[in-house]
């Protein structure tokens, strides 16, 4: 079987497997796995940039933000009808990633972490600024009126769990496809060696442009679907953890594979969950076990996987 | 207030901020510079040595400036022990590899906060400080009857203040004084420029990274005992110093130590006195474009030199 | 909370207490105290509680009415969330050794929210989904209400928040979100306007933190205060990220009359002390919500400089002279002394203005429950329409911060304010507002509204 075929066959079952989960699951873990589906997209779409690209953004949180902020903004607003807020939630993370990814890109390396941070740390307070019509870190909600799309309730269990599924399969796909194409593997050409991509002849400024906009536009439509299937828009999801968050799900999980993201959400989601049933100190119990993945897991849970299956793309 | 003695007030809280961030941040540009490992635990570090001067000061009665001198001594010391400990048991094992080590230090950073906050607690706790004297500030204009010195409403500053600012310049005099001037300085050069040489030439590298590690946590902490008189020892306090010595580190250059200070002096500046023209919020928003802008057209940083 | 320096106590018992499981009312030991105060009843045998709550338990069943506490044991409201659990902790005990609800013992199953807005819709949704809770309730950071609330009212959920935000009464939550336990801001800052502009002064500069809950104040002091003739002359908005304020105190206009302060978070202090070092001798008359100084102990160095000022309080701190035998009673159980510190240390200081409602919180779901006659999560829709029926409640150990006005509507509670002056690093009563005066117009009509 050629790796095209198997890494289809794998994501399809991916998929279908997670469709199926919705139906096992008691209602508990499924809504968990609807949320953990949303943050895998954002993960997913900082994986394009770092595991790809290699490139390290500390910003991500702006590209999310943008995402949740344009549709919820115009919801709340414009009274926009769900679809067309997704758009505009779309449209402003496209806009929002390629200003960014035009101005940081002059750097590299530390420089770029430090760029991508400070713009998103000006974001978060941009959105305190306007505390007037964002109501600042208090956020809004979004009533379940206004998030029925074509007379589905998005708000119900099932509805959700689909969308964000339908989401979350788009965008496998379209990283499934973005890998194997001339663009992605020019992306990985750079991450390897950007002075031998440069010197093949690739046009490598741009395509590092590209990696943004695609990445910060997967962060966005999370955000979107996030204040879309949960009913919030808040200043909290613009802070810096939610620019770590990605970079801890997709190193746990390992980068510059396909489902290591989801992976590495699952893991971190559930890490989290689990131990603070039994004690107030989960973040002591999280930090213990990601500085034991580092010491013993050095490629992620993926990575161990294809250590021992090897065609995992 | 007057535009005058406004600004000048700001000036002076920027120096302030200026003084701690440069020695919070340079402890990180040294470990950044010789190690080249970011490490997201450093403003941890900082917060312990103002948890711990809070401790020590609170075992000591007597004069507040007993248990202050004490905790000037000994929080840097313990902190310091605490990351030679921290490098020894994880960085040292992965190798020091960029990315593990960002993963690493965020589990270190949850650790020590949790830690922090089972036997600390939540709340901000004070330490006093040794001195602490209002003084109002003179200020001159040349009116009617030519130049005149005025005390204008709220003009003023305490003696500590002005006491952390000539601090900061005698550690980093001293700081500057090792680096260059000694024989361990010399080492730690070497192994900066480069690491493999360095171990040809028998220096035992892991030692230097282990004394690094706990100098540049030992500086965090010494800010930390400085500043905690005027702020709160808290246990989420690390953030702020974390994200503010990064930003001075690359901002000044990697490895630059003068660079480092100088985008300290910058950055602390510019916080102050950008507060005079506009709204607070607005303000930061500005103050951190800012240093957006200066790394899109300086991507080395002000005193980096291209490195391969 | 050991303020004081002199108190060698890294391992004092106020720290295990806080974070050792077995000690706060988590599950496990949940059922212990239940166990407990089973034993407790079965001993007693007289008494109109016990006797009904036999009585309720021969036909009820002995399942605990399980209640999800939503806590904020880390993150920025970690000090808050401590006293809120021990405020729980003890009113469980309390009503439980009555002989619970409906004969059945309340069952608390905590959880942390980090005080974050996406974890706690998530800890809303662990209650309702995995654990079976009957109710949620305790939140108080309302930008976690913000983000936790959606989610109750599709689940469906009451959801019973005791965080003193204007977001319930606004009516942007829904029908399954209350706040029967503790005021809302937009009622204690439009009481506070006649008593500054009557006393204090008719020139003032606002200094509030850039956040919804700062804006809140802004916003509806305002207002109040331009209604009875004073001035707003500045208004000065601080980033939450701040740890240094003398810089921006020069923005405080010369003819200011009185400074008028809010601000949260653990940079307080710094802010007090900053505050007193720019003015130094000659400061203006000043006012300050204790939000400022809750769980801060009035005798930690530089706030010597608030003598004499005035705060706003939920509920007075310090036992006060002709203090109702409700709080005597209600200080015991908690745990705090005269001082609104901690039993066991001097220098834990509560959260006395606003944990309260935990205690009231839960009296009002223990009425509600009894008036529905509620048997399990189906009856979740009849206990709601019973707590909106409810409107006066008087001053008792169920409400002992004084008495309360409900309104069904808005599902917000309405009561006194107290305004204490700082005297010999004490807070004083010096004015006790009606009821009215923090009434307002309705925003909302969430009976009006489908389950």
């Known amino acids: 079987m050629n790796q095209a075929i198997r890494s289809s066959l794998l994501h399809g079952a991916v998929i279908v497997i997670l469709a199926a989960m919705f139906f096992v699951l ?3 873990h499924s809504g968990n796995l609807a949320r953990i589906l949303v943050l895998a997209l954002f993960a997913m779409g900082y994986n394009v940039l770092f595991g790809y690209t290699g490139l390290l953004s500390l910003g991500h949180a702006l590209f999310f933000a943008s995402g949740m902020y344009g549709l919820g903004l115009s919801i709340l607003f414009l009274q926009a009808s769900p679809l067309l807020a997704l758009v505009i939630g779309l449209i402003s993370s496209v806009i929002v990633s390629a200003v960014i990814g035009f101005l940081a890109l002059r750097t590299t390396g530390v420089a770029f972490m430090i760029v991508t941070l400070m713009f998103a740390q000006a974001g978060y307070l941009t959105v305190l600024f306007f505390g007037k019509y964002t109501r600042g870190d208090e956020g809004f909600v979004i009533q379940r009126a206004q998030r029925i799309f074509f007379g589905i309730d998005l708000s119900q269990p099932l509805p959700r769990y689909f969308a964000a599924l339908a989401l979350f399969a788009m965008g496998l796909c379209l990283i499934a496809w973005l890998v194997h194409s001339r663009v992605g593997k020019t992306l990985i050409a750079i991450r390897e060696n950007e002075e031998r991509a440069r010197m093949i002849g690739y046009d490598v400024q741009f395509h590092k442009l ?8 997967l962060s966005g439509a999370a955000g979107a679907a996030y204040a879309l299937l949960f009913g919030y828009a808040g200043a909290s999801f613009a802070a810096v953890q939610y620019s770590i968050l990605p970079l801890l799900y997709v190193l746990l999980g390992g980068a510059g594979t396909t489902i290591g993201p989801l992976i590495g959400t699952v893991f971190m989601f559930y ?5 603070s049933e039994y004690t107030n100190a989960y973040l002591l119990i999280a930090g213990l076990v990601l500085i034991l993945l580092t010491l013993f897991a050095p490629q992620g849970i993926a990575g161990l996987l294809r250590k021992k299956l090897s065609w995992l793309p | 207030m007057e535009f005058g003695p406004h600004l000048f007030i700001a000036s002076l809280e920027g120096a302030i901020t200026a003084a701690v961030l440069a020695l919070t941040a340079v402890g990180l ?11 997201v635990a450093h403003g941890e570090f900082f917060m312990l040595g103002a948890v711990l001067a809070w401790w020590i000061t609170s075992l000591i009665a007597g004069h507040p400036a007993l248990g202050f001198g004490v905790a000037l001594v000994a929080a840097p010391i313990v902190v310091g022990a605490i990351a030679v400990l921290c490098n020894r048991l994880v960085l040292n094992k992965i190798n020091y590899e960029p990315e593990r080590t960002i993963v690493a230090t965020i589990g270190l950073l949850y650790v020590i906060q949790q830690t922090t906050l ?8 004070p330490v006093e400080a040794p001195f602490n004297k209002r003084i109002a500030l003179p200020w001159f204009e040349f009116g009617e009857s030519g130049f005149a ?24 005099l001293i700081l500057w004084l090792v680096l260059t001037r000694t024989k361990i300085g010399l080492i730690m050069r070497a192994t900066q420029l480069d690491s493999e040489m360095a171990q040809a030439h028998g220096i035992a590298v892991n030692k230097v990274y282990a004394m690094v590690f706990g100098l540049g946590a030992a500086l965090a902490a010494l800010g930390a005992v400085l500043v905690v008189p005027i702020q709160q020892a808290h246990y989420l306090m690390g953030g702020d110093p974390l994200l503010l010595s990064f930003i001075v580190v690359i901002i000044g250059g990697l490895g630059s130590v003068l660079g480092t200070v100088v985008a300290a002096v910058l950055i602390g500046m510019s916080d102050g006195i950008i507060s005079v023209f506009f709204t607070p919020t607005l303000a930061k928003i500005l103050a951190t474009l800012l240093v957006a802008f200066v790394l899109i057209f300086k991507p080395d940083g002000l005193f980096g030199r291209r490195r391969e | 909370m050991s303020n004081h320096k002199k108190i060698p106590n890294l391992n004092a018992p106020d720290i295990s207490h806080s974070n050792d499981n077995t000690v706060e009312i988590s599950r496990r030991t949940a059922l212990k105290t239940i166990g407990a105060s089973a034993g407790a009843l079965a001993g007693m045998g007289a008494g109109a509680g016990a006797l009904s709550g036999l009585i309720g338990s021969a036909h009820a069943s002995d399942e605990p009415i399980r209640i999800g506490f939503q806590v904020h044991r880390t993150g920025i409201g970690a000090a808050y969330g401590r006293w809120y659990d021990r405020t729980t902790e003890a009113v469980v005990k309390k009503i439980n050794s009555e002989g619970g609800i409906n004969g059945r013992p309340i069952e608390i199953i905590a959880e942390d929210d980090g005080t974050d807005p996406k974890r706690g819709a998530e800890v809303v949704e662990k209650f309702a989904t995995k654990h079976n809770c009957d109710v949620a309730f305790g939140t108080l950071f309302s930008h976690v209400v913000f983000g936790s609330a959606p989610r109750a009212g599709e689940l469906a959920i009451p959801y019973f928040v005791v965080s003193e935000g204007h977001h319930v009464a606004s009516g942007k939550l829904n029908r399954y979100t209350l706040q029967p336990g503790i005021t809302d801001v937009k009622s204690q800052v439009e009481a506070m306007a006649p008593f500054i502009n009557e006393n204090l002064g008719k020139k003032v500069t606002m200094i509030f933190p850039d956040f919804a809950f700062g804006h809140d104040h802004r916003d509806y002091f305002t207002q109040a205060f331009e209604a009875v003739g004073g001035q707003v002359l500045e208004k000065i908005a601080i980033p939450p990220t701040e740890t240094s304020f003398s810089k921006y105190f020069p923005k405080i206009p010369r003819e200011t009359e009185v400074i008028y302060h809010v601000m949260v978070g653990p940079a307080v202090l710094t802010f007090v002390k900053e505050l007193g070092e720019f003015f130094g001798p ?26 004499g000022t005035y705060f706003w309080e939920g509920n007075p701190r310090y036992a006060q002279e002709g203090q109702s035998e409700f709080d005597k009673a209600y200080r015991e159980a908690v745990g705090v002394d005269e001082n609104g510190a901690s039993i066991s240390d001097a220098k834990d200081v509560s959260t006395y203005a606003h944990m309260f409602g935990c205690w009231e919180t839960l009296h009002v779901v223990k009425a509600g429950m009894e008036a529905s006659d509620y048997s399990g999560p189906a009856d979740r829709q009849k206990l709601i329409e019973a707590v909106e029926a409810m409107t006066e409640m008087p001053h008792s150990l169920e409400h002992p911060q004084g008495a309360k006005l409900f309104n069904g509507k808005t599902h917000q509670v309405f009561g006194h304010q107290y305004i204490s002056k700082m005297t010999d690093g004490k807070l004083v009563l010096a004015h006790t507002t009606s009821i009215e005066d923090t009434l307002y117009e309705d925003e909302v009509d969430y009976t009006s509204m489908s389950f």
């Open chain 3, 282 to 307: 000659s400061r203006p008359e000043i006012f300050g919500f204790i939000d400022s100084l809750e769980a801060v102990d009035l005798a930690s160095p530089g706030l010597e400089f608030l003598d």
């Open chain 2, 118 to 125: 089972m036997t600390f607690g939540p709340e901000a706790r």
């Open chain 1, 26 to 28: 008691p209602e508990y």
């Open chain 2, 149 to 172: 010195l005025t005390w204008p409403w709220g003009l003023s500053t305490t003696t500590y203040k002005l006491a952390v600012i000539v601090a900061a310049i005698l550690i980093l």
């Open chain 1, 271 to 275: 890490l989290i969950d689990i131990s």
């Open chain 2, 29 to 39: 540009s040294i470990v950044f510079g010789i190690m080249r490992v970011v490490n």
């Open chain 1, 210 to 217: 590209l990696a943004v906009i695609i990445s910060g536009t």
